[in-house]
């Protein structure tokens, strides 16, 4: 920064401001120690209330204005130092010695004082000490997340202290990188379709296949495109559709045969009657019950049978080999 040199009376004023500017801060300091001191009272009679609520607002009201003026001094001493002090900030015209005699910060003339006052014009003073505050507010804010970051608190805090957490990040990072190198270098199902040439081919074909495919329905080529265009197979297939609704319905409704059979608990009763009796039939063959029991358990039972059929077919067999041994012809004359 360009250092201007301070003629004396500039020199003077510099030391009113800075006098002005420790006398300030000292009262701030007061007024916010008293402030914490009257929040910290309790008492409970009515008038000492009162009296403490007005000593509230006092202090309250006593800050604000001393912090505004104490922004105005700030800013006159770095008017001083830049070159400028004594310029008005809107107008650009030297500031009458009488007024900054009686007040060092003023940033205006009187004529543009009033204009400021009556709000014809932005009290530029003002403005900036509200972004000075809000700058502050930021700030301090930023401040408490730092601190809140470097107790290892929050996602952020726990990622950059945790050594646990740190270490899984890492690995999860080192993973990551790894798989993207194994599809650069052609590795997986991923791989080989970004960097083989033959299996973009494939891909490629599969498409031209499918759009393909695509043109064939709309052009209502093949079952499925004569069933999207063809408005008599459409018919037809809304017709099958109706019908079987409509059988469905009169089986519901109970008519026909299959009608009948869903609805007449008669018919019902004979057909479980029914089921019932052969599952008894089917529990008594198994159990090798009755003849046909006997027949399918009892081994010496289905042994004779068989032997009897295969002595039945050797019977037959030689029968019609040599029939004269078993058929013998008598004829008697009368």
Same mark, same amino acid.
């Not at 008669?266 to 052969?278: G, H, I, Y």
């Given at each position: 920064m360009t250092q201007f040199s301070k003629t004396p009376q500039q020199r003077r004023?510099?030391? @009113?401001?800075?006098?002005?500017?420790?006398?300030?801060e &000292?009262?701030? @300091?007061?007024?916010?120690?008293?402030?914490?001191?009257?929040?910290?009272?309790?008492?409970?009679?009515?008038?000492?209330?009162?009296?403490l609520s007005y000593q509230k607002e006092l202090i309250f009201s006593?800050?604000?204005?001393?912090?505004?003026?104490?922004?105005?001094? @700030?800013? /006159?001493?770095?008017?001083?130092?830049?070159?400028?002090?004594?310029?008005?900030? &809107?107008?650009?015209?030297e500031i009458g010695e009488k007024r900054l005699e009686a007040l060092p910060w003023s940033a205006y003339c009187i004529a543009c004082q009033e204009k400021v006052e009556t709000g014809q014009i932005e009290d530029v003073v003002r /403005?900036?000490?509200?972004?000075?505050? =809000?700058?502050?507010?930021l700030l301090k804010r930023v401040d408490r997340i730092m601190s809140f970051i470097e107790s290892g608190k929050g996602s952020i805090g726990k990622v950059i202290y945790d050594p646990s957490l740190y270490k899984q990040l890492n690995a999860t990072v080192t993973e990551f990188k790894g798989l993207v190198d194994d599809i650069q270098s052609g590795k997986g199902s991923i791989g080989p379709l970004i960097t083989s040439d033959e299996a973009y081919k494939k891909v490629m074909a599969a498409i031209d296949k499918i759009n393909v495919m695509v043109d064939d329905l709309q052009q209502g080529k093949g079952t499925a495109g004569k069933l999207l265009k063809d408005p008599e197979l459409f018919d037809n297939a809304n017709k099958a559709i109706a019908n079987v609704r409509q059988?469905?319905?009169?089986?519901?409704?109970?008519?026909? /045969?299959?009608?009948?059979?869903?609805?007449?608990?008669?018919?019902?009763?004979r057909l479980k009657t029914l089921m019932n009796n052969l599952s008894e039939l089917s529990e008594r063959l198994e159990k090798g019950e009755g003849t046909a029991g006997m027949l399918f358990k009892d081994?010496?039972?289905?042994?004779?049978? =068989?032997?009897?059929?295969?002595?039945?077919?050797?019977?037959?067999?030689?029968? @019609?080999?040599?029939?004269?041994?078993?058929?013998?012809? &008598?004829?008697?004359?009368?």
């Amino acid at each position: 920064m360009t250092q201007f040199s301070k003629t004396p009376q500039q020199r003077r004023f510099e030391e @009113r401001l800075r006098h002005q500017q420790q006398h300030l801060e &000292h009262s701030m @300091r007061s007024a916010a120690k008293e402030g914490r001191q009257a929040m910290a009272e309790d008492t409970l009679d009515v008038a000492d209330q009162a009296v403490l609520s007005y000593q509230k607002e006092l202090i309250f009201s006593q800050g604000t204005e001393g912090h505004t003026q104490l922004s105005q001094v @700030r800013l /006159a001493l770095e008017r001083l130092r830049e070159g400028t002090f004594g310029e008005c900030l &809107h107008c650009g015209q030297e500031i009458g010695e009488k007024r900054l005699e009686a007040l060092p910060w003023s940033a205006y003339c009187i004529a543009c004082q009033e204009k400021v006052e009556t709000g014809q014009i932005e009290d530029v003073v003002r /403005a900036s000490q509200g972004t000075l505050q =809000n700058m502050d507010g930021l700030l301090k804010r930023v401040d408490r997340i730092m601190s809140f970051i470097e107790s290892g608190k929050g996602s952020i805090g726990k990622v950059i202290y945790d050594p646990s957490l740190y270490k899984q990040l890492n690995a999860t990072v080192t993973e990551f990188k790894g798989l993207v190198d194994d599809i650069q270098s052609g590795k997986g199902s991923i791989g080989p379709l970004i960097t083989s040439d033959e299996a973009y081919k494939k891909v490629m074909a599969a498409i031209d296949k499918i759009n393909v495919m695509v043109d064939d329905l709309q052009q209502g080529k093949g079952t499925a495109g004569k069933l999207l265009k063809d408005p008599e197979l459409f018919d037809n297939a809304n017709k099958a559709i109706a019908n079987v609704r409509q059988l469905t319905d009169d089986i519901n409704a109970g008519k026909g /045969a299959l009608g009948t059979m869903t609805r007449d608990q008669e018919f019902a009763a004979r057909l479980k009657t029914l089921m019932n009796n052969l599952s008894e039939l089917s529990e008594r063959l198994e159990k090798g019950e009755g003849t046909a029991g006997m027949l399918f358990k009892d081994p010496a039972l289905y042994n004779n049978s =068989n032997q009897m059929l295969v002595e039945t077919r050797e019977l037959l067999k030689s029968i @019609r080999e040599n029939p004269k041994k078993y058929l013998t012809f &008598h004829v008697k004359v009368f």
